[in-house]
């Protein structure tokens, strides 16, 4: 499986942005995708997570209410838009392959494999 995120790039504090995570080479039919977002000089930290087949999504605290995942299964893209955008979200933002089913651990980034390559977001005035 291949994964390529795009649609990261300067937003203002209170904007908006949608990040899409094409995937393309799979074969499996029971899978998530979990986006992720690492800041400068911190961690990689969970943002949210959907289950291919729809219906099953899960997100970070410091994100709910303020993100919305979704699917397109006819362009193999995974969603991620984001309002309301605060200067913490600043971070390279990656989307990863779980097997895992249980979206009470989509948080746990050991569970992800087939990372793609991220997409940088500033939030800055």
């Known amino acids: 499986v291949q994964l390529q995120a795009s649609g990261g790039g300067l937003a203002q504090p209170g904007g908006s942005l949608t990040l899409s995570c094409v995937l393309s080479?799979?074969?499996?039919?029971?899978?998530?995708i979990g986006w992720f977002r690492q800041a400068p000089g911190k961690e990689r930290e969970f943002v949210a997570a959907i289950a291919w087949s729809g219906g099953v999504s899960y997100s970070a605290d410091s994100v709910k209410g303020r993100v919305n995942i979704f699917t397109d299964n006819a362009k193999n893209t995974v969603y991620l838009q984001m309002v309301g955008l605060k200067p913490e979200d600043t971070g390279v933002y990656s989307c990863a392959v779980t097997k895992e089913v249980q979206s009470n651990y989509w948080y746990v980034q050991e569970l992800y494999d087939n990372w793609g390559q991220g997409t940088q977001v500033t939030v800055s005035s």
């Open positions: 080479g799979f074969s499996l039919d029971d899978f998530a």
